[in-house]
Structure formats: structure tokens, C-alpha cells
């Protein structure tokens, strides 16, 4: 039999000693308790740490009413007024999924005016590394605008508010491709986000013309777990890869730029470097994604 004796309580004006008999059976009960109840906590928050979200838009298709200087609905309006399309300002190309879709403009020549849009993520998008697709294109055909001779671009930023320019996450190359193209963005947030903003992105000075961008058909923003191998070569790393949306179902097929095929969504890699990897989905449909990978 042992006895535990507790200290008074510090508010009690008199104090009393409070003891409790206690054999050395229920004790080693009490610790074995205690220590399950430790591990079982420690390995729920284990789990809910290595959990990867997958953050999905609300309204990704861009449906909405073709009206000028609006966006469709969960999406907002950001600086100057984006136009739902077609069928404004002389646009009268097909949307590449759905019925409708958002163009934005911007000063060709570095000024200030500039279109775009936000959205609230369902959740932070925590540091790491994502990838998302999203269709683009140019235009020639504003009516209220020179576009002739410029380009088209389209910076992705995460932000805290609508609108908040917070980090610029991707920005595409500059490109004049009047018929849609879909592009594979990975973004590697430094800081926890849960807005993202669109805009064209001012990229060099054409003019007095405008910078345009068309968008349609985004896909979900996924997360790539990437392990990074030990500067010194002792340790691999590997890349695991959630199977993206905008594929059609399995068997998927990735091939790697180390010369790797293979039906398994994860590779290992011994150095770090730049990785590609193409994704093709049982009716042949392909997506390419590009990583940098560091060394630990």
C-alpha cells in the first residue's frame, strides 16, 4: 500500500493535508492508461499533420452570365471589372469547358490599371508544394482595347484578403495562342494562404496596347509530398504524386525524366535537382508537372 499526501490548495484560509491510499497495482493501472493515452494523442496529431489537402474551387468551370465588368458567382471582382464571356467587347470564342468563362485586361506599358479575381479557399493552403491546371488563351479582339501586337499572361498570388497581392505563387511565360491551352502550375506557398487572386501579369512594355488573358476549366490545387534527399547521399528522397483531376480515371502512367516509367504515382530520387515528370491517363490524355527539388 502506498500513500500520496497533496499540499492544501492556496485559497484555503486553513489549510488541511488530503491523502490517498492507493495499492501498487492500481497505480501501474493509472500509468498504463496515461501512456496509452499519450501515444494515442501523439499519433492522432501525427496523422492530421501528415494529411495532404486537396483545396477545390467553388464554381471552377467559370460559369456565369456573359455580362461586361462582372465575374461569375464564389468569385470576386478585383480592381478594375473583368468581363464573363463571350459575347462582350467583340469576344466571341467558345469557352473550353462549360458555357462561359472570365477575360482581364492590363496596361501594356507597366501603368497601374489591371483586372483580375479572388476566391477563399476551403482552408490555409499551408507551405508546401501544389499543382492545379488551368485552360488560357489570348485574344485580338477587344473592342475597347489595342491588343494587337501584345501578349498574354497570368500571375497566380496567395493573399490573406481578396485581392492581396500576399506572394506571387506562378506566373506563365508570355504567350499570343488564340485557341485554349491548358497549363500545369506548381505552386510552393512560403506562408499559409486562403485566398488566391488571378491577374495578367506585366512581364515587358508593348506599348500602348493592353495585356489580355482568357481563363476557363480549373482543377482542383493538389498536393505533391516530396521527401528530399540527404545532401550527402546517404538518405533518398522520393516524389509522390496524388493522381490529378484533370485526368480521366486510371491506369495513370508516369514517366519521369530520369528515364523512369512507371504505373506508381511515387519515385525515388537520390540527388537534388530539377524533375518532370508526364502523366498519361487511360485514354491517353497527358499532363506534364516540373519540380525543383532541394537536398536536406
Not at 224 to 250: K, M, Q, R, W, Y
Request: hydrophobic fraction near 35%; charged fraction near 10%.
Amino acid at each position: 500500500m502506498i500513500t500520496i499526501c497533496n499540499s492544501f490548495h492556496p485559497k484555503e484560509l486553513f489549510p488541511t493535508v488530503r491523502c490517498l491510499n492507493l495499492n501498487r497495482s492500481k497505480i501501474h493501472l493509472m500509468k498504463t492508461r496515461s501512456l496509452l493515452f499519450t501515444g494515442l494523442l501523439a499519433l492522432a496529431t501525427h496523422s492530421m499533420a501528415q494529411t495532404p489537402m486537396i483545396y477545390c474551387w467553388l464554381n471552377p468551370s467559370i460559369e456565369g452570365p456573359t455580362l461586361p465588368h462582372v465575374v461569375p458567382a464564389n468569385w470576386l471582382s478585383c480592381y478594375g471589372t473583368p468581363d464573363t464571356q463571350p459575347g462582350n467587347w467583340g469576344i466571341s470564342q467558345p469557352p473550353s469547358h462549360g458555357s462561359s468563362y472570365v477575360s482581364f485586361l492590363r496596361e501594356g506599358n507597366g501603368s497601374t490599371y489591371k483586372e483580375g479575381m479572388s476566391q477563399l479557399l476551403n482552408g490555409f493552403l499551408n507551405p508546401g508544394t501544389y499543382v492545379f491546371t488551368v485552360d488560357l488563351a489570348h485574344t485580338t479582339a477587344y473592342a475597347t482595347a489595342d491588343p494587337m501586337g501584345c501578349y498574354s499572361s497570368l500571375a497566380v498570388y496567395g493573399g490573406n484578403s481578396p485581392c492581396h497581392e500576399g506572394e506571387l505563387l506562378w506566373e506563365s511565360d508570355a504567350f499570343t495562342h488564340t485557341n485554349w491551352e491548358t497549363y500545369s502550375v506548381v505552386i510552393k506557398p512560403t506562408s499559409p494562404w486562403n485566398y488566391i487572386t488571378f491577374y495578367p501579369q506585366y512581364l515587358y512594355n508593348c506599348g500602348n496596347g493592353y495585356i489580355n488573358v482568357m481563363v476557363d476549366n480549373l482543377t482542383c490545387i493538389e498536393p505533391i509530398e516530396i521527401v528530399n534527399p540527404a545532401c550527402d547521399g546517404s538518405t533518398a528522397g522520393s516524389i509522390t504524386i496524388t493522381p490529378p483531376s484533370a485526368l480521366s480515371g486510371p491506369p495513370f502512367t508516369y514517366s519521369w525524366s530520369t528515364g523512369v516509367i512507371t504505373p506508381s504515382n511515387t519515385i525515388t530520387i537520390l540527388t537534388a535537382g530539377t524533375y518532370t515528370v508526364v502523366i498519361s491517363d487511360s485514354s491517353g490524355k497527358t499532363i506534364t508537372y516540373t519540380f525543383e527539388v532541394e537536398c536536406d
